[in-house]
């Protein structure tokens, strides 16, 4: 079952918005100071001596999980939700949050390769469960998951050099 660009573009829209929903959720909890300092703490040392390479393969396994069908909708609530709280933790950690919108991470080039990357893999995990379920998943549906799956590649290790590069510049001092 081919669907059309109109609704495949849909569902792409949907699954960004859907992942950005869901990191703002994660943003908006509030944290007692201890929690959110521990979290900053947590993530400095989970960055530590990674390069490149280790944020590409890191991103590459969540995004091929969102491809699977009802699974990837579950991996990116888990992701953005995370990603929204250690945001919320390093923000309030530099004590910018009282002016910053939390989106803005999203208007990075490695943020917004992420982003089309997710909603790349979460919709079409959506339209691979649609196509099992009836029983339509074709040849043509599998090149489609491929050439999806490269370009989320491609983009995700194009990103995570820029994001390896902004990494380098966060104080370490959390």
């Given at each position: 079952m081919l669907i059309s660009v109109k609704k495949r573009l849909l569902l792409f829209f949907i699954a960004m918005l859907f992942f950005l929903g869901i990191f703002y959720v994660g943003y908006s909890i509030k944290m007692d100071e201890s929690f959110s300092k521990e979290l900053s703490k947590n993530f400095i040392n989970q960055i530590r001596g990674i390069d490149e390479f280790g944020i590409f393969l890191n991103n590459l396994k969540i995004a091929l999980v969102m491809f699977i069908p009802v699974i990837g909708i579950i991996m990116g609530t888990i992701s953005g939700f995370s990603t929204g709280l250690v945001f919320n933790?390093?923000?309030?950690?530099?004590?910018?949050?009282?002016?910053?919108?939390?989106l803005i991470i999203f208007l990075t080039p490695f943020g917004i390769l992420e982003l089309i990357s997710y909603g790349l893999a979460i919709s079409?995990?959506?339209?691979?469960?649609?196509?099992?379920?009836?029983?339509?998943f074709t040849k043509k549906s599998l090149i489609y998951l491929l050439i999806e799956v490269a370009l989320v590649g491609l983009m995700l290790?194009?990103?995570?050099?820029i994001e390896w590069m902004m990494i380098e510049n966060i104080p370490r001092n959390l």
């Open positions: 933790s390093i923000m309030n950690m530099s004590g910018t949050v009282s002016y910053s919108n939390p079409r995990g959506g339209i691979l469960f649609f196509e099992l379920i009836k029983k339509k290790f194009t990103g995570a050099i």
